[in-house]
């Protein structure tokens, strides 16, 4: 969950600053038809089982550009490898993430950003970015378990 209010802005058709291609286009519509958190590997499987040629060295770097762009939020999973989901909105948001089976659900995290912004602020540091990981386990998988 990388955060900073600082992050580069996407260009007017959705797509992220840098190479427009259509494996790019690819990967950014089949991350938005996605409800949840997808790795690359698990991004790179649905492309192509839907039929569309790409590597995973692909979907990697196209990943890391549209995070880069701010078109993802990013978190981290239990064994510290990134997962990506479309971002509905500017700017960043901060998630609580299921341990268990990957839920995830959006948190309001107002505090934070302030919190951070008055850091910048009293240190004179410019462009500042946080992480926040805020993990647990879902009423279903508590009431399972």
Request: aromatic share 4%; with cysteine.
């Amino acid at each position: 969950m990388n955060g900073g209010r600082s992050g580069r802005a996407a260009r007017a058709d959705g797509v992220a600053p840098g190479r427009h291609t259509p494996q790019r286009a690819a990967v950014l519509r089949a991350i938005a038809a996605s409800t949840r958190f997808l790795s690359a590997q698990e991004l790179h499987a649905r492309l192509v089982a839907d039929g569309v040629s790409i590597g995973l060295t692909t979907v990697y770097r196209s990943v890391q550009a549209l995070a880069r762009g701010g078109l993802l939020d990013v978190v981290h999973d239990a064994a510290g490898g990134r997962r990506y989901r479309h971002r509905p909105a500017a700017g960043h948001r901060h998630y609580v993430l299921c341990r268990h089976c990957g839920h995830s659900q959006p948190v309001d995290a107002d505090v934070v950003e302030e919190w951070a912004d008055g850091v910048a602020g009293r240190t004179g540091f410019s462009a500042v970015e946080h992480t926040l990981e805020l993990t647990g386990l879902c009423p279903t998988c508590t009431t399972a378990g």
